[in-house]
């Protein structure tokens, strides 16, 4: 039973996935379309978020080691220091037009981004073992908040100074520096050292090799990967097709809410049908938002796709955390959890830095096919452990 305690930590948890997710939401529609429209550098227009995807890469190991060693608050604190500094990077290479200062602002930021994607692991420590998927669904649906701030954000913002996103910039630091105070506000549980009734690590070989991490890392990156790539190439996508650029602003917010709307009852479902049912619904669900965006090239054939894109997602994605926490033990989280993401934002990092190269030379609909690949991997793997006869730790 959910106690006032877990459910206070788990808002305050909630609250700082809003604003990260707001602050992702603004760098994935500002970058691309100031880039390409200020700087005209449409060829690479992604190349900062494909960046910032590689700063998670290379960030999730040193920062899930800093947590394992100084806890949970002081590692998502160093988070919010590196987010401000990303979004004042990225600011200054905009008003400068320097290209590559922007490019350095997204690899800065990817250590942010790292630590956010980090608050779905740190749910699941301030819950019993039994509430664990819906501890990850509330932390989640925090960005529900982030599918209204940011896209608004964005608007409010995007002309208020000049060149045109730099007010975007600004407000990106102020949330980080939001974060940062909250966090002070949260109990995570106190730094402790192994015992033995938790056994000896295993080698992360070892954990690695097991059945049910294989397919939770392979979910999770098909689809992040898919949903990074259609997410970065629709706003050039909704502007090369004749649309205004404030469609894109609302169309990634149909986006961010349907990743995250569902997370207030994804948790639930897990619970009730299984966790793999969950993971092969939202791949379902994945491919009808694909067919949606090779159907048309209307507004509504991008704000159904991208919206029907995050929904799938979500079930796909909150699956496979769930089921990547069952496959080590608390002394082996740090790298557990810093593989998985590595794995994951590699995927992405590829799929974000594709996205806006493929959708220039080869147009939308290529696109959409290829992401019919990705979704495809993921339901191979989860039907394959689903009939291996695997006993899951989780329904």
């Not at 938790?198 to 991490?213: D, N, V, Y």
Request: glycine share 10%; with cysteine; aromatic share 10%.
């Amino acid at each position: 039973m959910m106690t006032r305690p877990m459910a206070r930590n788990l808002l305050l948890l909630a609250t700082c996935q809003a604003l990260g997710q707001a602050v992702n939401t603004m760098m994935f529609t500002s970058t691309v379309l100031s880039i390409s429209t200020i700087l005209h550098i449409a060829d690479w227009a992604t190349l900062p978020l494909t960046l910032q995807h590689l700063g998670v890469m290379l960030s999730v190991f040193p920062a899930a080691m800093l947590m394992q060693r100084m806890g949970r608050r002081f590692g998502f604190r160093i988070g919010s220091i590196f987010g401000m500094a990303g979004a004042a990077t990225c600011g200054l290479g905009l008003y400068f037009g320097q290209f590559l200062v922007m490019c350095a602002g997204g690899l800065i930021l990817g250590y942010a981004v790292a630590n956010l994607q980090m608050y779905r692991f740190a749910a699941v420590e301030l819950v019993d073992a039994t509430l664990r998927p819906k501890a990850i669904a509330w932390v989640t649906a925090g960005g529900v908040v982030a599918a209204i701030l940011g896209p608004t954000l964005a608007r409010w913002t995007h002309d208020q100074m000049q060149p045109l996103y730099i007010a975007t910039y600004a407000a990106m630091f102020g949330l980080h520096l939001t974060i940062f105070a909250v966090m002070s506000f949260i109990r995570f549980p106190p730094v402790a050292a192994p015992t033995k009734a938790e056994g000896t690590p295993r080698p992360l070989r070892e954990i690695a090799t097991q059945p049910t991490f294989l397919v939770a890392v392979t979910v999770g990156m098909m689809s992040f990967g898919t949903m990074s790539f259609l997410m970065s190439a629709s706003p050039l996508a909704i502007v090369a097709c004749g649309l205004p650029q404030t469609e894109a602003h609302w169309v990634i917010l149909l986006h961010v809410l349907g990743m995250f709307a569902p997370a207030f009852f994804t948790g639930s479902l897990i619970t009730r049908f299984g966790v793999l049912n969950i993971m092969l619904v939202g791949a379902a669900v994945l491919a009808a938002g694909v067919a949606a965006g090779v159907e048309g090239l209307s507004e509504w054939n991008f704000r159904i796709a991208l919206m029907l894109n995050g929904v799938g997602w979500n079930f796909m994605f909150v699956g496979a955390t769930t089921l990547v926490t069952t496959t080590y033990r608390p002394v082996e989280r740090g790298k557990a959890q810093a593989l998985n993401d590595f794995l994951v934002f590699g995927t992405t990092a590829t799929c974000s830095l594709l996205a806006g190269l493929l959708q220039n030379r080869l147009g939308w609909l290529p696109l959409n096919l290829l992401s019919f690949v990705l979704i495809g991997c993921a339901t191979l793997a989860v039907l394959w452990l689903r009939f291996s006869g695997r006993r899951l730790a989780i329904a």
